[in-house]
């Protein structure tokens, strides 16, 4: 088999463990926000309005072209014939109703990453909800609390490895009531796909060295269902928005941004104050979503690129600066602003009087010293423990409090792998180490590194019973996540 793509497993050395080096340092925020005596309550958005008719989206078998030609296409599953699905629009307020069909072979969920919504639309199979056996519908309502980018994508418990590996992935984009002033919105889905020399996926084994290490790392990246890089021809000067999502399995990278000024306004979907990446790089985990504006090189025939820092970099988008057609006039002038703050979220949180919890997380394969991955006495059916078990729908939750309570959960990593967990239905502040403080932006999907520990704090003010989850989806369906309650 021909791999195209070095893996981020133990295989390539220093760049999984540098994968999220310095998480504290995703971007030179300044000062952090200080903690306060008092959590305001959450505002509450305003009233929906009235649900439309319900749009229809077929999940079915189809063929793509994944490698450039000559190659042949490939047997993947996806959303209305294309893999990636299509991007979903709304506005803040609206009501999306969604007919779900399975047309695959496998019962199948969709589980909407990162929004707040009602906890019986979250779409987790078998906790969640009953999953949508093949030839039946479900029909999601939702109706979201805040603006920004989502990852709709398979999970369901023991079976969200394989149709998300095969395909099916999208974008819901809930659009601002007064979205930012740009030329091009541009949503940018990366994912990767473990294909053959014939171009045909990979079998995806239920047990293994996949679920036990890094997971289904793919041999082939794409940007929105096509082989990078995609090529976008803009005016100089003009102002573009990219709403950048990573829907791969398992693949946990950074991304580079090459000659351009990249201001990030809103990370996992929330808006937070404008900054640039240090070092032009972002961490990009499963699950993670950025929006980016930027503005184009002024110069005719000047390019610009973000790139993925696997092997020697990967460019995934490149911008080139072309000359604008006559009458052509750019939409937005002067500096990128900040997007409005989320009113729904608090300002702070009382962590004096949090609820706590603890997650400890341990297994899975080894790292020997020469950088190897050993397996060697771990079981392949449950490599992962999580407070010495693995989930359990039945079983005793994480925690459980009342609505409005402040809540603190301290995770540790004693495994041999960077795990990027993702929290439902709340978004969340990264604390710092001394409880003193917190990064300045809302977060639904952290990265805890190899041996470390960090705490992330959140209201609990979404009822129902809500995952914590492994966003490495073979990890996830050997049982890394647990759950809490909210009463």
């Given amino acids: 088999m021909k791999t195209d793509l070095p893996a981020t497993g133990p295989q390539a050395g220093p760049n999984r463990r540098q994968a999220l080096a310095g998480i504290a340092g995703i971007a030179a925020l300044g000062a952090a926000a200080p903690l306060c005596a008092q959590a305001p309550a959450s505002g509450q958005a305003s009233e929906p309005a009235p649900a439309t008719a319900a749009r229809e989206l077929i999940?079915?078998?189809?063929?793509?072209?994944?490698?450039?030609?000559?190659?042949?296409?490939?047997?993947?599953?996806?959303?209305?014939?294309?893999?990636?699905?299509?991007?979903?629009?709304m506005k803040l307020g609206e009501t999306l109703r969604l007919n779900l069909h399975n047309r695959t072979e496998k019962p199948l969920s969709l589980h909407w990453h990162g929004l707040r919504h009602d906890q019986t639309m979250d779409g987790v199979g078998g906790f969640s909800q009953e999953a949508i056996a093949p030839g039946d519908r479900f029909e999601y309502r939702l109706t979201p609390r805040d603006s920004g980018s989502y990852l709709y994508r398979p999970l369901l418990l023991g079976g969200s490895s394989e149709p998300a590996g095969r395909g099916l992935c999208g974008l819901l984009v809930v659009e601002e009531k007064e979205p930012p002033a740009v030329d091009l919105d541009l949503p940018v889905l990366v994912g990767d796909w473990l294909l053959g020399d014939d171009h045909k996926l990979l079998p995806f084994p239920a047990t293994g060295q996949e679920g036990a290490a890094a997971g289904r790392l793919g041999s082939w990246l794409t940007v929105n269902g096509k082989p990078p890089p995609e090529r976008v021809g803009l005016p100089p000067g003009a102002r573009v928005r990219l709403r950048l999502a990573n829907a791969c399995n398992a693949r946990i990278m950074r991304l580079r941004f090459d000659g351009l000024k990249a201001f990030v306004v809103a990370v996992d979907g929330q808006p937070t104050e404008t900054f640039e990446p240090v070092r032009a790089q972002l961490p990009f985990a499963p699950g993670t979503r950025y929006d980016v504006i930027f503005d184009m090189p002024e110069e005719i025939g000047a390019s610009a690129s973000?790139?993925?820092?696997?092997?020697?970099?990967?460019?995934?988008?490149?911008?080139?600066?072309?000359?604008?057609?006559?009458?052509?006039?750019?939409?937005?002038?002067?500096?990128?602003a900040a997007l409005p703050p989320n009113p729904t979220l608090p300002a702070a949180v009382k962590l004096q009087s949090a609820s706590r919890a603890e997650i400890t997380v341990e297994g899975g394969a080894k790292i020997d010293a020469d950088n190897k991955l050993n397996l060697s006495g771990v079981d392949q059916t449950r490599p992962w423990r999580l407070n010495g078990g693995t989930g359990d729908p039945q079983g005793k939750p994480l925690l459980s409090v009342r609505r409005g309570t402040p809540v603190v959960i301290g995770i540790t990593n004693k495994t041999d792998f960077l795990q990027p967990f993702h929290v439902h239905g709340h978004s969340f502040r990264l604390l710092h180490p001394l409880d003193d403080g917190w990064e300045p932006y809302f977060l639904d999907t952290v990265q805890i590194p190899e041996?470390?520990?960090?705490?992330?704090?959140?209201?609990?003010?979404?009822?129902?019973?809500?995952?914590?989850?492994?966003?490495?989806?073979?990890?996830?369906?050997?049982?890394?996540?647990?759950?809490?309650?909210?009463?």
Avoid: C, Q
């Fill in 59 to 89: 999940a079915a078998p189809a063929k793509t072209r994944l490698r450039p030609a000559p190659a042949t296409e490939s047997e993947v599953w996806a959303f209305d014939g294309s893999s990636p699905g299509p991007t979903l629009r």
């Fill in 306 to 336: 973000v790139a993925a820092l696997i092997g020697p970099g990967m460019p995934l988008v490149r911008f080139v600066s072309e000359a604008a057609k006559p009458g052509t006039k750019g939409v937005a002038t002067g500096p990128v």
């Fill in 451 to 487: 041996g470390k520990r960090l705490h992330i704090a959140f209201i609990a003010d979404n009822p129902g019973r809500w995952m914590i989850s492994s966003t490495v989806l073979e990890r996830f369906d050997l049982g890394l996540w647990t759950w809490f309650e909210v009463l």
